[in-house]
């Protein structure tokens, strides 16, 4: 059964410095890996989406990475600002378009 | 832009009642889902749907069902609602299975509290 975990739960960061969060999975026989961010009581937006064949996607100051033979994902965020706070979840997509997703890293990003 | 509407942001009902949440989406997507999300439990996919009058059981499909009549339209049904219901009800749609570039798009959630 495909399992994703999430390292950080919480990140704290000044504004201005760059960050990664992580994210490993247990099965790599993947389609996509996508990132969402969150905002508190709201509903998920779609960040970025690699697909199984790919090794990176980048879009304005998010990069996202992914190793499936090692299980791996990052999402790299640089010049991080205070409007980037937020929690930022990573779902694996496997054959038949189900999402399973990991818990998510609450990013607070502090002026 | 891709729009996916749900038909209410907070809903209170008391035990026993039959809830009924609405979603629609406006980009004749295939593909709609229902999820619930949990303090400490993330998101956990309770039905999905990739065509009209079909669905598929997710992880946690005990206490709901679901209805499919219109592609645009997938309604969560809680038959009769209890307090462990009580969650954050996420709705998202998405093109269709299988592709490569599968982005799925969610509303704004509702939040349901069963007294």
């Known amino acids: 059964k495909q399992e994703v975990t999430q390292i950080p739960a919480a990140l704290s960061v000044p504004e201005g410095e760059n960050l990664v969060l992580n994210c490993s999975f247990t099965?790599?026989?993947?389609?996509?890996l996508q990132w969402f961010r969150q905002d508190p009581g709201k509903g998920l937006t779609s960040l970025l989406l690699i697909q199984s064949s790919q090794r990176e996607q980048t879009s304005g100051r998010l990069n996202a990475s992914l190793d499936k033979s090692s299980g791996r994902s990052t999402l790299y965020i640089a010049a991080s600002q205070p409007g980037d706070s937020a929690t930022y979840l990573c779902?694996?997509?496997?054959?038949?378009?189900?999402?399973?997703f990991g818990q998510g890293t609450e990013l607070s990003v502090k002026p | 832009d891709v729009k996916v509407t749900q038909s209410s942001r907070y809903l209170v009902k008391r035990t026993g009642e039959k809830v009924f949440l609405e979603c629609v989406q406006d980009m004749d997507h295939e593909n709609m889902f229902w999820y619930r999300q949990d303090p400490g439990l993330g998101l956990r996919l309770i039905y999905f749907s990739y065509d009209v009058k079909m669905k598929e059981k997710g992880d946690i499909p005990e206490g709901y069902s679901v209805s499919r009549e219109k592609k645009e339209r997938f309604s969560l049904i809680l038959e009769s609602a209890s307090t462990n219901q009580t969650s954050m009800y996420l709705c998202a749609s998405s093109f269709a299975l299988n592709i490569a570039k599968n982005i799925q798009y969610f509303g704004a959630g509702t939040r349901l509290s069963v007294l």
């Open positions: 099965d790599s026989a993947i389609y996509n």
């Open positions: 779902a694996v997509e496997n054959q038949g378009g189900k999402l399973i």
